[in-house]
């Protein structure tokens, strides 16, 4: 039976509504589909450090700021108390700095030829080896990331801070600091400023009473000693993690400390090294070695409870017993994937030393 007009108009009317509702639905899968492949793609880049740089760096900012570490000063025009909550107020703010000062790093890192071909055999899931996007696009992100990066130091009230995070990663990458010997002291500054930038950020919270304002820090000697004294965990002992890359270093010519000082001192500087780090932090907090040097936790006079004490105690024993563990390893398990896994435990026990502040406070 032929249809009338006015039946023939509403078919198309309602045929058209489905066309646009299938074209629009399309449109939104194809961009969910980019944002997210976007994403995988900038997750690729700093995967490999996010838990070695960003979050042990928010975990040393966030902690050392807390109440009663002795760290940091807040002088508040008007309120001197600081919360726990306040602090931790500010996490996202350090978490947003450590993330887009590695990405930037990562960035000018992994698009040079011969990083290329590193990671060919050392990391061939990381995107530009594995064909996801070109070294050229990748220098494009870069340019594009760095007055980003800028913006968001002055934004984040760390201009000069951050600005030298930036002069290190180019010293590192673009200078090629990353192939000489003294690359992991590059690190270790690296480290330290980012810590120190870290530390500034989560201390700097708003004043309870008002909120418009926030605190001017200052980081305490106490402050500086222990920040140094996790630089130099990163310098004696970080080249654990070459220990996994000999191949693909040596194919680029990277004079790293197993390559220029041979796999066996490497090993037994991690072993050694470790251990007294273990014992050097735990006496740190635990009072004599910084009585010893003069640097006392100005916040010490009240007394911690019993509970407090006990968990410290047990802070320090396990994050002994993880350095032991990570010498032992590094002397025994000497193949790629075990230096891989000796690698991530080391990660853990590096970790582990930012948070003996939660049991060591006084307040």
Known sequence: MPLSDSEMIQRRIAGRYETGGVASTWTVCTVLRSGLAGLGIIWGFVSSDFLTFAVPNTLFGLVGALPGTGLTQADLSSDTSRTNAAV???????????????????????????????????????????????????????????PIALGLNYMLGVWSQGLLVQVLSWYYNDLRGCDEVFRDAIIAVSYGLANLTSLWLAASSPNASSPDQTTTVAITPRGYLWTAMISGVILT???????????????????????????????????AFVPFWSVMCAA????????????????????????????GHWMYIVQLILGLLVAQRVLSKK????????????????????ALPLVSRSK
């Not at 191949?247 to 072993?271: C, H, I, M, Q, Y």
């Not at 004599?288 to 006990?310: I, K």
């Not at 193949?335 to 930012?354: I, K, V």
Request: charged content about 20%.
């Open 88 to 146: 931790f107020y500010q996490a996202p703010k350090v978490l947003l700095f450590n993330f887009y000062s590695l990405l930037l790093f990562d960035l000018s890192n992994q698009h040079w030829p011969e990083s290329v071909r590193e990671d060919a055999v050392n990391k061939p899931w990381r995107p530009i080896p594995s064909g996801r996007i070109t070294p050229r696009q990748t220098q494009r992100l870069v340019m594009v990331l760095a």
């Open 237 to 271: 002992t970080m080249h654990v993690q070459d220990l996994k890359d000999q191949e693909g270093d040596k194919s680029r010519n990277r004079k790293t400390v197993p390559l220029v000082f041979g796999d066996w001192f490497s090993r037994w500087a991690v072993a």
């Open 284 to 311: 740190f907090w635990h009072d004599p070695l910084e009585s010893a040097l003069g640097v006392n936790n100005p916040y010490q006079e009240g007394s911690r409870s019993r509970a407090l004490l006990y968990a």
């Open 335 to 354: 193949s790629p994937r075990e230096d891989a896994n000796t690698w991530r435990l080391w990660c853990f026990w590096h970790s582990s030393l930012y």
